[in-house]
């Protein structure tokens, strides 16, 4: 099944302790980009990569980083996790920049 | 900053009827335009795209753009009471960047 794989579902933390959250998808997608969705105010885009050799900022990337090391995966890491960070964080991928994008089914972050 | 302007709602419309969804966006450089679905606690799901003026029919959907007005929008006829849910608009600019508008929640009531 053609899908993009968010881990974990839900995640409590406390403040400061480094997080990862893993995205996966298998549909040899060339695009892959993450977002955080806040009650109010939508979806915004905190980083996004055209191909393993190309990544970059969002609306909002401060406090997060990404690695794009291999095509499938492109995971989300916050090293050091505020508790304004707390939100529900959506992966995406498409096959290229124009086309529709295929969302994880996402993760709801608390940080304490 | 760039903007992509929704009505939060809730828009009610009874079984049947014709429901209108608006969105507004700030940058005339914006060079694609997407509606999404999401049902509460689930991820968006594409509803439609388009990419040049004008309008575009799917099914019981039809999304029409006005790049000189920085308008776009979503007719959704025969609204059934599955197409309550949030309506994201997201606009596509510099070939990678996406910007979503906060959605409009619909309630399609039997």
């Known amino acids: 099944e053609a899908q993009v794989t968010q881990n974990p579902r839900y995640l409590i933390t406390v403040t400061g302790k480094k997080l990862t959250v893993t995205c996966s998808q298998n549909?040899?997608?060339?695009?892959m980009s993450w977002y955080r969705q806040d009650p109010g105010l939508g979806l915004r885009q905190i980083y996004y990569?055209?191909?393993?050799?190309?990544?970059d900022k969002g609306d909002v990337p401060e406090g997060y980083k990404v690695s794009r090391k291999e095509k499938r995966n492109f995971p989300l890491i916050l090293e050091s996790p505020s508790p304004n960070q707390t939100s529900l964080y959506f992966c995406?991928?498409?096959?290229?920049?124009?086309?529709?994008?295929?969302f994880g089914s996402g993760t709801q972050l608390s940080v304490l | 900053q760039k903007e992509v302007e929704q009505n939060s709602g809730p828009l009610s419309v009874p079984e049947g009827a014709i429901a209108s969804l608006n969105c507004t966006y700030s940058?005339?450089?914006?060079?694609?335009f997407f509606w999404y679905r999401q049902y509460s606690g689930k991820s968006p799901e594409l509803i439609m795209s388009?990419?040049?003026?004008g309008d575009k029919e799917d099914g019981r959907f039809t999304a029409q753009l006005n790049k000189a007005s920085q308008y776009v929008s979503l007719l959704i006829r025969d609204s059934q009471p599955s197409d309550s849910a949030t309506y994201l608009c997201?606009?596509?600019?510099?070939?990678?960047?996406?910007?979503f508008g906060s959605g409009t929640k619909l309630n399609v009531k039997p």
């Open positions: 990569s055209m191909n393993v050799e190309v990544t």
């Open positions: 997201a606009v596509g600019e510099n070939f990678n960047k996406f910007y």
């Open positions: 995406a991928s498409s096959p290229t920049w124009r086309e529709k994008l295929f």
């Open positions: 549909m040899n997608h060339e695009y």
């Open positions: 388009i990419y040049s003026n």
């Open positions: 940058d005339r450089g914006s060079q694609s």
